[in-house]
């Protein structure tokens, strides 16, 4: 699923119409880019949630020439997975739904 | 300062806009009028539908692919041994699925490029 069909899908459920199911998910992405560019996190209860990690630098190597290069530090961002959708996923876990144990 | 779901339905609410069917004559005068705004109740209702649908393609084993955000990627791992790290008891651990997050590199340039800046005005 991309990002057209995300919007398709919601606008079929809520009865937006497409171009203002585009805005609704173009804000909701676009948010949360601005968050992690800031440096904050994201948090969505039962989806998961965002934070920017750092990386130190190191020396590593190319396996393919075996030369010696420098990794710069840089920052990621790191999506925790949510306890809802961690169930949902899970095949064994999401038979029955609610309350699964 | 952490971005939540109240967050993005104020952000929804403030900048989905309306425009009205019928002009009025205040609506010539004060185009500002022009556009009707969203209901909190209905925003709310809007993103939870948004999130409620990322989660349900999730959970059928479909990625999920923004441009310029990233994908969500759904990986099986298989069963193996582990151990509880307290007591040390061997134990097995089932296969499972597990949700993976890839971010896209314009997302991570954008990160990567707002810490020089913040580097440049601290140095």
């Known amino acids: ?101 | 300062m952490t971005l939540t779901k109240a967050d993005i339905v104020k952000n929804v609410m403030g900048q989905v806009r309306f425009r009205r069917r019928h002009k009025g004559a205040q609506q010539f005068l004060f185009p500002e009028l022009d556009c009707i705004f969203l209901s909190r109740e209905r925003t709310t209702e809007i993103v939870g539908t948004l999130f409620e649908k990322i989660k349900e393609t999730l959970a059928k084993g479909e990625d999920v692919r923004i441009s310029g955000f990233g994908k969500f990627q759904i990986k099986f791992k298989w069963a193996r041994k582990g151990r509880n790290p307290q007591t040390g008891e061997n134990i097995i651990l089932r296969s499972r699925r597990i949700v993976t997050f890839r971010c896209s590199p314009k997302l991570r340039e954008k990160v990567n490029s707002a810490d020089q800046i913040q580097d440049a005005k601290t140095t």
Do not use: Q
Not at chain 1, 47 to 66: E, H, I
């Open chain 1, 1 to 101: 699923m991309n990002k057209l069909d995300l919007m398709v899908a919601l606008s079929k459920d809520s009865g937006l119409s497409v171009t203002k199911a585009t805005e609704v998910v173009n804000v909701f992405f676009g948010e949360m880019t601005d968050a992690l560019v800031r440096g904050d996190r994201v948090e969505i209860r039962g989806l998961g949630s965002f934070k920017v990690k750092r990386y130190r630098g190191y020396t590593g190597r190319n396996p393919k020439t075996g030369k010696k290069i420098k990794v710069k530090p840089k920052k990621l961002p790191f999506f925790k997975c949510g306890k809802e959708l961690k169930e949902r996923v899970d095949i064994h876990k999401s038979k029955p739904k609610g309350g699964s144990r």
